[in-house]
């Protein structure tokens, strides 16, 4: 018997998908045991589904808290001092699971960690057993920055000073040239690109990278990583929570959630648009405003997922609104009513699922991603923060499965994409005999076959188990 050791990001994009492999890993292993040592964001809410309804060989253990300012703060600054200050947590959870392993006769077979927290790379080598990195993103991403780490430690090149150039970058993972004003906002200053490019440094220590795509979506991505420079790489997505939108939902959300699906059984099919932009998307009021004027004069159906934004300079999630009519044009719910709903949280897997849904104005969050092509639902783009820029030209330029809305667009910036812009690329994504949607149907069945046996994804994952055996 065995026990891994799962560090996952903070943040429920990450938690989710570590969720989803740990019980893919369980269900095929019956010998292997899982460990999830979760960090806590101070603005999220503490992750409660521990106990053994998800599968008795899967224990989640709640790290105590770390403190860390929220204000007056980066976020490269902010999430490296977060997971920094969890290494003495983590170590001492890891010392006590193999404590209790030995009991059931279980050994520690080595230590799973989250793209962004390379640092407990340290703590398997402290306790002399590999290391795996667990990339929540997608082929493309992993090769772009390993691809830009080994032209900064090699040839000294600073992806900070690319980011206001017009040039166009060569990327084995990418057919076409990267425009340099899509590569991810982190890189923008020094200190995040430094810290970006030093978590790929590290990847390339650890014994392997699972990474959450399939080798269908991205054939050439996942060949150009087959250097020989590169740990093996195992794809193994898609990792979706299909059964659920929220480890936590309440009362109150499964109310919200029965209401919303109800006013979509009232839509024809494929006839509304659903906007939603994760769980940190937000706008100003300049902008929703915009938006509401391309719903409205466009006549579109739709699923409005609206979010207000945090106090300014301090990081926190985002929160619904009490009224939300004080930041839409004067009367825009009542001329709307018949068609559209505004809402605020959204059980977002539910409401791909429904048939009505014809179109997914999204940020192009990986998960997202993931879970509107495993839906057949086309997207229109417009990427936030992260790496999310990144993701838009992979599913616009190189894999055409989306349509763009925005491709450089970045949180907190002052650019307002206007009502034409939008009502554009919303009318595009929103055609019912486009070539877009036939290939993202086509994905949406490729994307369940990697999971099944003999399947892509699945072969992948076992050649993992085969692994940590050894």
Known sequence: MRRLVFIPGPG???????????KQ????????????????LPFEQLFTNTDASISRRINFINLPEAHVDTQNTGPSSFFKTFVENHKTHVRAAVSESSTQSESNQA???????????????????EFGVPSYVFFTSNAGCLAFLLHLQTLRDEH?????????????????????????HVLPGVLLDKEGATAFLNHAKRFRETKGILVNTFSELESRALHSLSDGKTPPVYPVGPLLN????????????????YDILRWLDDQPSLSVVFLCFGSMGSFGEAQ?????????YGGFRFLWSLRKPPPKGEIAMP????????????????????????????????????PAIGGFVSHCGWNSVLESLWHGVPIATWPMY????????????????????????RKGSEVVVSAEEIGRGIRKVMEKDSDIRERVKEMSVKSKKALVDGGSSHSSLGCFIDQIQL
């Open 12 to 22: 429920i994009g990450h938690l989710v998908s570590t969720v989803e492999i740990a």
């Open 25 to 40: 890993l369980a269900a095929r292993d019956h010998q292997l045991f899982i460990t999830v040592l979760i960090m806590k």
């Open 107 to 125: 050994r520690l077979a080595g230590l799973v960690v989250d793209m962004f927290c390379t640092t407990m790379i340290d703590v398997a080598d």
């Open 156 to 180: 000294g090149t600073d992806a900070a000073q690319l980011m206001d150039s017009e040039a166009e970058l060569a990327i084995p993972s990418f057919v076409n040239s990267l425009p340099a």
């Open 242 to 257: 299909l059964e659920s939108d929220d480890f936590h939902v309440g009362t109150d959300k499964a109310r919200q959630k």
């Open 288 to 296: 929703v405003k915009e938006m509401a004027c391309a719903l409205e």
């Open 319 to 354: 929160s619904d609104y009490a009224v939300p009519k004080g930041v839409l044009p004067e009367g825009f719910l009542d001329r709307t009513a018949r068609i559209g709903k505004v809402i605020g949280w959204a059980p977002q897997v539910a409401i791909l699922a429904h």
């Open 386 to 409: 992260s790496e999310q820029q990144l993701n838009t030209f992979e599913l616009v330029k190189e894999l055409g499965l989306a349509v763009e809305i925005k491709m450089d667009y």
